[in-house]
């Protein structure tokens, strides 16, 4: 059985948090000489001269509404890579500790891992890009703390199968990661609805993709109480600047334009996926539950190198094993997705 004091590392275990003015004070008041603010203003038309709510209620609150999923299952971090980071330091003990990963895969945790001084572990994904479940079991011993998961996965844009996950969850008593960075745009459930089911269950998601908010900063990871709880207490007590807070809050209200997005993305989708496939260039394109896909081409750095010579960037993952002379192509505004297979016909 999973026991959360049993992979925590025991600093953290110990840790008092920061506690701040905001925390030690929550009820309203008239006049507030707590926290060594400037009590004048802001030189700002918009005021920001007050510490915003380390906790972020009000965003998740809207947050809870969308998602279904209570307040208190909620971490909020700058982007989805500090919750990642947050993760490793309240988890895995520095050069003893070690994760599992499985490439091809988005590169930050590795990078997350490397910067904490811990071990990656990595069970290649299958041909068809799915997980090897019985080699990543083989990998784990009494050191591995985390295994990450992408679903849909970046770079190869499929979704990972529900059972394999499951079957880690409860075959690992370490945490499970499944990064949904890509969910709103894929024909798969989510697996918030398994969170009750599955204490080790970490579920990340983002607004910085279908949500058109990337330069906002704002991730979100959704798990049990007891984890929620350690990743608070390790966070800056003000992560989430008032600003980012304000901002996201309108920008919640505003569904049924990020969902009307989401159709359009996935119909123009369809659309490129068609065009791009009469090239005789392209060799094969993978099925995708993202907003890009990943073409297999005869030459994909040629490829790179004429788009950008005509303004039109990609991504060259040719030199990433599994994905040897592919580009990965994120789908645009139908003039830019029409843009690029005009260009392509003259390469
Ligand atoms: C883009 C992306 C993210 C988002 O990271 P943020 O820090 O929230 O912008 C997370 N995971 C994956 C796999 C991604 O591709």
């Given at each position: 059985m999973f026991d959360i004091n049993n992979i925590l590392r025991e600093n953290i275990k110990n840790l008092k948090p920061y506690s701040s003015a905001r925390d030690e004070f929550q009820g309203e008041a008239s006049?507030?000489?707590?926290?060594?603010?400037?009590?004048?203003?802001?030189?700002?038309?918009?005021?920001?001269n007050r510490y915003p709510d380390p906790l972020q209620m009000q965003v998740k609150k809207r947050l809870s509404e969308i998602?279904?999923?209570?307040?208190?299952?909620i971490f909020l971090g700058n982007g989805s890579d500090e919750a990642i980071d947050i993760l490793f330091r309240s988890f895995c003990n520095p050069g003893a500790n070690n994760v599992i990963l499985v490439p091809p895969t988005y590169g930050m945790y590795e990078v997350s891992a490397n910067i904490n001084d811990v071990q990656t572990k990595k069970v290649n994904l299958t041909p068809?890009?799915?997980?090897n479940v019985a080699g990543i079991l083989a990998a784990v011993d009494k050191y591995t703390k985390i295994i990450f998961v992408c679903s849909p996965n970046n770079p190869t844009g499929n979704a990972i199968n529900r059972k394999d996950i499951e079957t880690l969850l409860t075959g690992f008593n370490g945490l499970v990661v499944v990064d949904e960075a890509y969910i709103d745009f894929s024909s798969e459930p989510s697996f918030v609805q398994e969170l009750e089911k599955y204490s080790n269950l970490v579920i990340l998601q983002t607004?910085?993709?279908?949500?058109?908010?990337?330069?906002?900063r704002m991730g979100m990871a959704f798990a049990g109480v007891d984890v929620i709880n350690v990743m608070n207490k390790v966070k800056?007590?003000?992560?989430?600047?008032e600003a980012s807070q304000q901002l996201v809050l309108q920008a919640l209200q505003n569904t049924d334009q990020v969902n009307a997005w989401v159709q359009q993305t996935l119909s123009e989708r369809e659309k490129l996926v068609q065009e791009l496939k009469?090239?005789?260039?392209?060799?094969h394109i993978y099925p995708s539950d993202a907003n890009f896909i990943l073409a297999k081409t005869t030459d994909a750095k040629g490829i790179y190198n004429y788009l950008v010579q005509h303004g039109i960037i990609v991504r060259?993952?040719?030199?990433?094993e599994l994905c040897e002379g592919a580009l990965r192509i994120t789908i645009g505004t139908p003039q830019e997705n029409a843009t690029l297979v005009e260009r392509l016909k003259n390469f």
């Open positions: 006049v507030y000489l707590d926290a060594n603010e400037n009590a004048f203003g802001s030189p700002l038309e918009q005021a920001y998602k279904s999923i209570a307040p208190q299952n068809d890009y799915q997980l607004l910085s993709k279908a949500w058109g908010l990337a330069g906002l800056p007590p003000y992560n989430i600047n009469e090239f005789a260039f392209v060799q060259d993952r040719s030199k990433v």
